[in-house]
């Protein structure tokens, strides 16, 4: 069966760090390009960073130099650093394999308050 579980999400004042954790299971989570994806309210869903299975990076334009995506193979876990929180950043982060079959996890609430 296959789960993606994130954690980590919360209220943070602007300027603050969060770091973002989704434990991968049921499929082999080190072949995988994987991905952290958000919806704020009102708008569509948007990819934010990705990881390719050779650690390549891709971030969005509006969290590049702030966010970090990484990944640890041996704990099946996919991690996103951020850093200079702003209130726009507010939405659900959710962690998802990129390419196909796609897999998502139930996303977490991140809150930055102004």
């Known amino acids: 069966q296959v789960q993606l579980v994130e954690s980590g999400g919360g209220l943070v004042q602007a300027g603050g760090s969060l770091r973002l954790s989704c434990a991968a299971s049921?499929?082999?989570?080190?072949?995988?390009?994987m991905g952290w994806y958000r919806q704020a309210p009102g708008k569509q869903r948007e990819l934010v960073a990705s990881i390719t299975a050779g650690r390549l990076t891709n971030y969005a334009g509006a969290v590049k130099g702030r966010f970090a995506i990484s990944r640890d193979n041996a704990k099946n876990t996919l991690y996103l650093q951020m850093n200079s929180l702003k209130p726009e950043d507010t939405a659900v982060y959710y962690c998802?394999?990129?390419?196909?079959?796609?897999?998502w996890g139930q996303g977490t609430q991140v809150t930055v308050s102004s």
């Open positions: 049921g499929f082999s989570f080190s072949i995988k390009h």
């Open positions: 998802a394999t990129v390419s196909s079959p796609r897999y």
